[in-house]
Structures are given as C-alpha cells and as structure tokens.
C-alpha cells in the first residue's frame, strides 16, 4: 500500500518563516484530470524562507496512456525521451520523500491535487486542503492592489514580478519558478495579516 506523506507537525499553527515547504509541479499526458498520466514532476524545498535547489527532486515517469501530440507540443517530452523512464509505481517513493513532514505549494492547485490523489490515495478534494495554490495567492495581492484583472500565467507573474523563467512547462523549473514567486508574494501577503501555514492555506482556496 502506498504511504501518504506525513503532514508537518502542528499543521498549520506558527509562523511560515519557520514552516518546511515543497513546491509541486506535474508535468502530464493532458489536462483530463481522470484519464491522463503523470510524465514528470519537480519539488523544490523551502526551510526557513530559502529556497534549497540543490536539494530538489526531479523525474521522469512512463506513462501508461500514449502522450498526445498537444501536451508534447507544451512540455517537450517526446515518447522516446521517456522510453527509459520509470513508471510512477517505482518512483512514487521519491515523490512521497519529497513532500514528507512539508506543506506543499503549488500554481493552479486544482491540478497538482488531482494527480496526487492518482498518485497516493485519496480524493482530489482532501488534497486540495492540503495545499497552498500560489496562483490564488497572486490574485490576491495582484487584484487587491490595483483592480485589474492581468495575465495570470506562471510566466506572466513572474515577469510583472521580476522573477526570472529560464524553461516554463518543465517541471522542476516550474516548480522553482512557483517556489520564487511565493517567497516575493510573502510581504505583501504579511501586511494582509496572512502570516501562517494555516492562513496561507485558507487564503490559497479564495
């Protein structure tokens, strides 16, 4: 039976700056939460409000579907890059040590929930509350300061946001890409009084 990771301890409570983080990217067959497959994902950790890059996870993964011409078109994978991958059965386990005692954050939430939920168990639904969507967070900060509605992509938010993209849509770059953009977003998030795993949870489901 595949283990669930282990939420932090005294989940929720406490300051963030002395919270453990993992920030998520999947990189998939497609976008049909039920009938497509996991082909990469990355994490990159955050202790104490830094990002440890050099201890990031990241993988390759075997699909059991055959990828779809649109989703090779956003992430680069190719069927014969992933011919000596793994299946997510033999790395799950990197995926669980990963996120362990962590809470986990995420760009567009939904998404990651969903794919753990294949991964490990449970409904997409519980999943969903275990995890810090960064994308609401930035609606949040973004539209609160000055109205508008704006570019809400990953890319787009880091730019307006000086954090630098180098490969979007490859997983671990993607999740450092998120990892960044929280850590900016925090100050803002601060001043609004949201200073805590708990309310950065409650503010990251809107």
């Known amino acids: 039976m595949i283990r669930l990771p282990e939420r932090p301890r005294g989940f929720g409570g406490g300051s963030w700056r002395q919270a453990a983080f993992a920030s998520l990217d999947f990189e998939t067959t497609g976008l049909d939460l039920q009938g497509d497959d996991i082909i990469s994902f990355g994490v990159v950790p955050i202790e104490r409000g830094r990002i440890l890059p050099g201890r990031s996870t990241y993988r390759e993964v075997r699909p059991d579907r055959p990828l779809k011409p649109a989703s090779i078109g956003v992430h680069g994978l190719r069927p014969v890059d992933l011919a000596a991958a793994l299946p997510l059965g033999a790395v799950v386990d990197a995926l669980h040590d990963a996120l362990e005692g962590r809470y986990v954050l995420a760009w567009a939430a939904e998404i990651e929930a969903a794919f753990l939920a294949r991964a490990f168990g449970r409904r997409p639904t519980w999943w969903r509350r275990q995890i810090v969507d960064v994308l609401r967070l930035a609606l949040l900060v973004e539209e609160t300061v000055d109205g508008r509605h704006q570019d809400?992509?990953?890319?787009?938010?880091?730019?307006?946001?000086?954090?630098?993209?180098?490969?979007?849509?490859?997983?671990?770059?993607?999740?450092?890409?998120?990892?960044?953009?929280?850590?900016?977003?925090?100050?803002?998030?601060?001043?609004?009084?949201i200073k805590t795993p708990r309310r950065l949870l409650r503010a990251g489901r809107g």
């Open 152 to 193: 809400f992509s990953l890319s787009a938010v880091a730019d307006r946001l000086g954090v630098p993209v180098e490969h979007p849509h490859h997983a671990l770059d993607d999740a450092l890409t998120t990892a960044e953009v929280f850590l900016v977003l925090l100050p803002d998030l601060e001043r609004r009084g």
